[in-house]
Structure formats: structure tokens, C-alpha cells
């Protein structure tokens, strides 16, 4: 039977619990594993934290017998929507606290009644969820924590920025509202000192972070669902726009099987095309994701959004019909 990653470490600290001595042979012939495969999971259940411990009289490893929870009382259905919910958000979304959320999956999984444990191990074992893009943070832990700390006690912070299309670093000042996930990356919204208003900041970009001794008082008529929810993604410019695009039959299922906005209208033609249409904030963000639709949409509306896709088009064009230097040239991309 497949045993999933987490599933799999879990058999080996079930066996640590058991107040045995858990020989490195024994743990092997146990969970039919290598030797090294079981040296390499109790380093790493080391690096995350759960307190393996070597009894040099004995050559047997053994836990902490209060490490773990208490038993749990979850139907199968609950337990694996938690446990597949968990394994999903460490792969699609950089998340903080990576090293503990694993191990709080483990402390729910190990005190799960004997036949939801089995079952969910089964069930996990032939569940893949592929790892989506992200952007790195450093220091990731700990900024989000600062933040968090912060916007719950309503102090203001201060932050380095980088601005890289200005190639320069600002200071600024911000009265933190939201932890906000977005497009592969984490932000911060709130009220910044320098632009006088409601910005969101990404914390990649962040590259110095301090709570200040001064709290701030957040604005009553600021709604959060209100200002995300006009935007096509996170960043509203300020004016309304109807948007309304078709796309052709080869893709227009699959636009129209997506809820892209909560204004989305969806109508299909005869010919099997699809008019999709919106009503957002903005055109920025929405231009980039037309264009990954390529020649397979048009934008019917409104002009100023056709121009410019058709302008950033024929940039594209110019851009790759340019030669390349023969010393880049190489002989397996010709």
C-alpha cells in the first residue's frame, strides 16, 4: 500500500511512542523501508522539531511520551478534508510556519481513531497535489509575525521597501490592515504614510521591518471585501470598467468553467465561442491575463483596453522578430 509522506513518518513516530526499543533494523523491517530511508526521516522529524531521542545504551531511538495530542474524535470525511487541506496549502501557498504546520498535521493525524488513520493513509498515499509557483521571502517567519502582531494590536510599523522599477529603497510608514495571499505571493494592506491612502506592499519586497510605540486607529468605512472585491485581482485604479471579451470555441469552456470575478455574465454563441463579461476596477491587471489567452480572445470592450492589447501585441512581435547576437545562438534551441 502507498503510505504518503507525512502518513509515513507518522508509522515511525507511532513506533517511538511505544516505549520499545526502536532499533534502526527494527523501524526498517517494520515500515518495509531502507535503513537509510529511516536514518533520512528521523533527521528530518529532528529538523522539524518533534524530540527524537538516542539512547546510546540501548542503540534505540524513542519521543517524548507528552509530545502528542490528545485522541481526537473526527469522522473520515472531516479528517480528510483537514489533512488534504493541509497538504494542499504547503504546496500551492507559501504559508508561515511551515516546519510546525507539519508537525500539527502529524499531532492530528497520530491521535485519530486506529480505522480514520488507516483510511486517510490510504487515501493520501494516492493523492498528488503539484506544487504551485511562489515567490521566495526572506526572513518570511518572522516579518509575518511582526505584521500579524502588529495588525492585531493596531501599531504602526515601519518598512524598507524596495521599489525595484524605481531601483531605489523607501521608508515608509503603515497602518497594517490585512495579511493578504495574491498571485503566488503574500502582501500587506494598509494605510501608508508616503501615498497618503489604502496600498498593498509585498512582503518579498520588504527588506526591513520595526513595530513602532504609537497605535493607529483604522479606518470604520474601510471594507475589505468591498475594496478587493472591485479589483480584478488585488489593486483598484480608481474607475469602473465593463469589460466584455469572446473567446473562441477551443478555450471557451474552459474560461467559462472558472468563477473569475464575482461579477462574471457568461453567454455562449452559436459557433461555440463564449462572451464573458465584467464589471471591475481597473484595467491593469486584467491585461495580463487576456494576453495569456493569446490570439484565442478579443476584447469587444472597452476600446482603451483594445488598444491596448493590440499596442502591447505588436511590441511583442517587434521584440521577437528582432536576430539574435550569433554568440547567443545556440544549436539545440535553433
Known amino acids: 500500500m502507498k503510505r504518503s509522506r507525512v502518513g509515513r513518518m507518522l508509522q515511525i513516530l507511532t513506533a517511538l511512542q511505544s516505549g520499545r526499543n526502536n532499533r534502526v533494523d527494527d523501524l526498517a523491517e517494520m515500515c518495509t523501508l531502507s535503513k537509510r530511508t529511516i536514518f533520512r526521516d528521523l533527521k528530518e522529524l529532528k529538523e522539524i522539531g518533534v524530540p527524537c531521542r538516542y539512547n546510546t545504551k540501548t542503540a534505540s531511538y524513542s519521543t517524548e511520551p507528552g509530545f502528542f495530542l490528545t485522541p481526537t474524535n473526527l469522522n473520515r470525511k472531516e479528517a480528510m478534508g483537514v489533512l488534504l487541506l493541509v497538504l494542499t496549502v504547503r504546496n500551492h501557498i507559501q504559508i508561515p510556519f511551515k516546519k510546525e504546520t507539519l508537525i500539527g498535521a502529524m499531532k492530528l493525524e497520530d491521535n485519530l481513531p486506529i480505522d480514520v488513520r488507516q483510511y486517510c493513509n490510504a487515501i493520501l498515499g494516492n493523492i498528488h497535489i503539484k506544487a504551485g509557483p511562489e515567490v521566495k521571502i526572506e526572513l518570511f517567519d518572522r516579518i509575518f509575525e511582526q505584521l500579524e502582531d502588529a495588525i492585531l494590536k493596531k501599531k ?5 521597501y524596495d521599489m525595484p522599477y524605481e531601483k531605489t529603497i523607501v521608508a515608509i510608514e503603515l497602518d497594517p490592515y490585512h495579511l493578504i495571499y495574491n498571485d503566488y505571493r503574500w502582501y500587506v494592506l494598509g494605510k501608508s504614510g508616503l501615498h497618503g491612502g489604502i496600498r498593498a506592499f509585498g512582503l518579498n519586497r520588504i527588506k526591513e521591518l520595526s513595530r513602532l510605540d504609537k497605535g493607529f486607529v483604522k479606518d470604520e468605512d474601510f471594507d475589505i471585501n468591498e475594496y478587493l472585491g ?20 477551443e478555450v471557451a469552456h474552459n474560461v467559462a468553467e472558472v468563477n ?15 462572451i464573458v463579461q465584467f464589471r471591475i476596477d481597473g484595467l491593469e491587471e486584467i491585461t495580463w491575463w487576456i494576453l495569456g ?42
Open 293 to 334: 489567452y493569446g490570439d484565442k480572445v478579443e476584447v469587444l470592450a472597452p476600446l482603451t483596453l483594445r488598444q491596448r492589447i493590440v499596442q502591447i501585441a505588436q511590441k511583442m512581435v517587434q521584440t521577437n522578430q528582432q536576430e539574435l547576437p550569433l554568440r547567443n545562438a545556440d544549436p539545440l534551441e535553433a
Open 230 to 249: 472591485k479589483a480584478w485581482s488585488l489593486i483598484p485604479e480608481g474607475r469602473l470598467y465593463h469589460v466584455k471579451l469572446r473567446f473562441s470555441p
Open 156 to 160: 504602526v510599523v515601519h518598512i524598507s
Open 260 to 274: 473569475w470575478h464575482r461579477t462574471q455574465r457568461v453567454t455562449f454563441e452559436d459557433d461555440g465561442s463564449a
